[in-house]
């Protein structure tokens, strides 16, 4: 089964660049998406299709993704940008992997 | 705008079911696809499987495959998802959350507020 790799933890202090990776077998051959889950909250989607923002969600959040790695960028990292972070590749509506999360910390 | 209302929470005991409802609001549900989605505690987020509302095809992870059944309900416009022999690595929040499309790959645009199962005896 495909699997998906985050790093557990990142921190970051305010107004920096925060990046979180996820890497995968031709992880950039497939469209990766990240969503943002804070505590007892649902997910929320931040990044789809590599790089495209859905509406309502901040210019400083952004995605790239080439090779084996997908990356989500915040900058100007902000104190409610605190939470973990969830990627997500899709191979089919039956074959969906999600990373095992990635605790983003702004100190 | 679509919204997910999923039902409240449950405490079940080994080898029990559990079916957990998620009512698709805002749009008509044979539209979508809805995905099942589970978070146990500690934890990352675990695709568990997915129904077409429009034609009532599924699909379900191999590993849950002969436990899990998801059907839908067209006439409310409502999405269950039934676990059975509950184990207590069963115990997780469970969401529903729906498929949307970009150039064929999906994502997850929309998601329910979650449903805590708790196994235990």
């Known amino acids: 089964s495909y699997e998906l790799t985050q790093p557990p933890s990142v921190s970051v202090s305010p107004g920096q660049t925060a990046s979180i990776t996820c890497s995968g077998d031709k992880l950039g051959g497939k469209y990766t998406s990240w969503y943002r889950q804070r505590p007892g909250q649902s997910p929320v989607l931040v990044i789809y299709?590599?790089?495209k923002r859905p509406s309502g969600i901040p210019e400083r959040f952004s995605g790239s993704n080439s090779g084996n790695t997908a990356t989500l960028t915040i900058s100007g990292t902000q104190a409610v940008d605190e939470a973990e972070y969830h990627c997500q590749a899709w191979d089919s509506s039956t074959a969906v992997t999600f990373g095992g999360g990635t605790k983003l910390t702004v100190l | 705008q679509v919204q997910l209302v999923q039902s409240g929470p449950e405490v079940k005991k080994p080898g029990a079911s559990v079916k957990v409802s998620c009512k698709v609001s805002?749009?008509?549900?044979?539209?979508?696809?809805i995905s099942w989605v589970r978070r146990a505690p500690g934890q990352g987020l675990e695709w568990m499987g997915w129904?077409?509302?429009?034609?009532?095809?599924?699909d379900s992870a191999q590993k849950l495959q002969g436990r899990v059944t998801m059907t839908t309900d067209t006439s409310t416009s409502t999405v269950y998802m039934e676990l059975r022999s509950l184990r207590s690595d069963d115990t997780a929040v469970y969401y529903c959350?729906?498929?949307?499309?970009?150039?064929?790959?999906?994502?997850?645009?929309?998601w329910g507020q979650g449903t805590l199962v708790t196994v235990s005896s």
């Open positions: 959350a729906r498929v949307t499309y970009y150039e064929s790959s999906g994502y997850y645009s929309d």
């Open positions: 299709a590599d790089n």
């Open positions: 805002g749009n008509t549900v044979t539209s979508y696809g």
């Open positions: 129904i077409s509302a429009y034609n009532g095809n599924t």
